[in-house]
């Protein structure tokens, strides 16, 4: 293959494989979409919604007994599910699915829940097929060794994008059970830093010359993960709040005293990535701040503690969900960046 060839099909790579990274990321997007709306149950069946390809419009388009049929179908899952935990020993927490009166509870037709959550899942076939692409890619220069290490990570990546549609079921058939939602999140994530760095390998997508605090940037990062999965179990804290009747407390904001302590350092620890990226910036002073990654994180970082004060004090109004969820994605996705931009191995054309 000529130079210019071979610069071409790098090309064509490096874009494929940010449609992919986009297309994982917006699920990050629809995903915060779904769970303001409260549309996790939108579609109570997995693939199809309500039995069809797509969901229908009016309830009129359903069997009078659909709550039933539907409720039967979830289940069977459910019994398989928890069948599979007894195998593996896990027979309390399988016999605690089984108690929970929330398992019986047959989901009503919304439309726009449905919908929603139907474009969520629309999301997820085309970051599949995004990531075939870009699998077919990777595996046609089977001689080049560049590659080698990149479709380790490609390989990963699918595997977890595959892991991650069977657990969306699982979310599905428990009704949203509390650890579920947290775990499908994680797996995005993970499935996410898979594809950058099957991109990275190859093409880098960020280039940032003297960068050599690698031990910094991977504090920082591990530091936001945390807080990130601990914000998406915060979250669920508050949906099981709601559930209670105990979401306002006598000061009539979000009663975060019957909260965990996992929200507590939630709240608090943000502050020290706001400190960090700061410090990471000025020592990077010299760098415009448009293309200063630490104090481009920082301002987020802030925003996100912003985002936290509408959420205790309008008692998390949908829209701020949205964004909290988004900017949390932002501040892990360009933290990663930035622990891997360090490492140039860039196929020369």
């Avoid at 769970?35 to 039995?51: N, V």
């Avoid at 077919?136 to 990963?156: D, E, G, Q």
């Avoid at 775990?183 to 994530?189: A, K, M, R, V, Y």
Wanted: with cysteine.
């Amino acid at each position: 293959m000529s130079s210019n060839d071979t610069s071409r099909f790098l090309n064509i790579y490096r874009r494929i494989g940010l449609l992919t990274c986009s297309s994982v990321f917006l699920l990050f997007l629809f995903g915060g979409w779904v769970r303001a709306t409260g549309s996790g149950m939108g579609c109570p069946d997995w693939p199809k919604c309500f039995g069809q390809l797509a969901p229908p419009t009016d309830a009129k388009d359903l069997p009078a007994d659909y709550k039933e049929i539907f409720l039967k179908k979830r289940l069977k899952k459910l019994e398989r599910f928890t069948n599979t935990l007894d195998k593996f020993g896990l027979h309390e927490r399988a016999e605690m699915i089984r108690q929970d009166p929330k398992m019986l509870e047959p989901e009503e037709f919304h439309p726009v829940k449905a919908w929603i959550e139907y474009i969520n899942r629309l999301f997820g076939v085309l970051s599949g097929l995004f990531a075939v692409i870009l699998g077919a890619l990777i595996f046609y220069r089977v001689t080049n060794p560049v590659f080698k290490y990149a479709r380790w990570w490609y390989l990963m990546g699918f595997a977890l994008l595959i892991a991650n549609a069977w657990l969306g079921s699982l979310v599905v058939a428990t009704n949203l059970l509390p650890g579920m939602v947290s775990l499908h999140f994680l797996l995005s994530f993970l499935c996410l830093f898979a594809f950058i760095r099957v991109v990275q390998e190859v093409r880098p997508i960020i280039k940032h010359h003297n960068i050599s605090e690698k031990q910094n940037w991977r504090v920082l990062w591990i530091l936001i993960f945390v807080l990130v999965i601990m914000g998406t179990w915060s979250r669920e804290q508050v949906d099981l709040l709601r559930s209670i009747g105990s979401l306002i407390n006598a000061e009539g904001i979000l009663n975060f005293q019957s909260m965990d302590w996992i929200f507590a350092v939630h709240r608090y620890a943000s502050i020290i990535v706001v400190i960090t990226g700061i410090y990471m910036g000025w020592n990077k002073r010299n760098i415009s701040f448009g293309k200063n990654l630490a104090f481009i994180i920082a301002s987020i970082a802030f925003l996100q503690i912003v985002f936290g004060a509408f959420h205790m004090i309008f008692i998390v109004p949908a829209w701020v969900q949205v964004l909290h969820v988004v900017f949390g994605s932002a501040l892990l996705t360009l933290s990663y960046l930035g622990l891997l931009s360090y490492k140039k191995n860039e196929i020369s054309n």
